[in-house]
């Protein structure tokens, strides 16, 4: 893990400091939040976060598309990649330092949301357990969004189609419950409810401690994070 960090720690700073885009996609996303926070505590004057979750995802799942995307992208196109195959690192390692430095830039993208959370406690009574299970969904979320757009970096030839795709990707995953409502075949819509995180994200959002959620998020999860390694080794 300790190697991983340092390769970590050396993405987030070529993130950080070398890159234009980075600073960038945190002054859209945070405009982004503001606004779809402020629109949706003052229109509906609750205090929790159910309205606002919703808002972020298409905004959250392109801006993590379009920052994930340089992850591999960026050492293929300096020559790189194969430096850190040949170096002392494991395969693991390389990844998990990727997953690593990605997944902390997301949660920075995401992190006022827990100043709201803050301004709710301060201005109103909010319900502590749908709170708390809305922002685990969130983060759960954001890590997928990651990890997925992580995967596609790897396979893409350029850092606009990894983009694309990602975004084109989870952009479906976000739509499939309308396509739900739109078939009448039973087999069909069974196989949307396992891949949609929508019904998983309210029942969370609702304070129900739903386990099925939670084992959707992190099997997910592992199975991208194991394509991707599986991936890494095929292609040595």
């Known amino acids: 893990m300790k190697k991983s960090w340092l390769l970590a720690k050396r993405d987030l700073n070529s993130l950080f400091l070398n890159s234009t885009i980075a600073p960038i996609i945190l002054v859209i996303i945070y405009l982004a939040s503001g606004f779809f926070f402020y629109s949706y505590f003052t229109y509906a004057r609750v205090a929790n976060l159910a309205g606002y979750i919703p808002n972020m995802i298409i905004i959250l799942a392109l801006t993590i598309s379009i920052i994930t995307a340089r992850a591999f992208i960026e050492e293929k196109r300096n020559n790189t990649l194969e430096l850190l195959f040949t170096s002392p690192l494991t395969d693991a390692q390389i990844y998990f330092g990727k997953f690593l430095a990605y997944n902390i830039f997301s949660i920075i993208m995401i992190a006022p949301v827990f100043v709201y959370t803050g301004i709710l406690f301060i201005v109103g009574k909010p319900d502590v357990l749908p709170l708390i299970f809305t922002l685990i969904a969130y983060i759960l979320l954001t890590v997928l969004f990651t990890t997925f757009s992580l995967l596609i ?3 893409a ?5 990894a983009a694309v795709v990602s975004f084109l990707v989870l952009l479906l995953l976000s739509l499939v419950d309308w396509i739900k409502n739109m078939v009448n075949l039973p087999f069909f819509k069974n196989l949307i409810s396992m891949v949609s995180y929508s019904e998983h994200l309210s029942n969370l959002s609702k304070g129900l401690l739903d386990l099925n959620a939670l084992l959707y998020f992190v099997l997910f999860i592992g ?10 080794e095929s292609k040595k």
């Open 153 to 155: 970096s790897y396979i």
């Open 223 to 232: 199975v991208l994070i194991y394509i991707n390694i599986t991936l890494i």
């Open 157 to 161: 030839s350029n850092q606009a189609v």
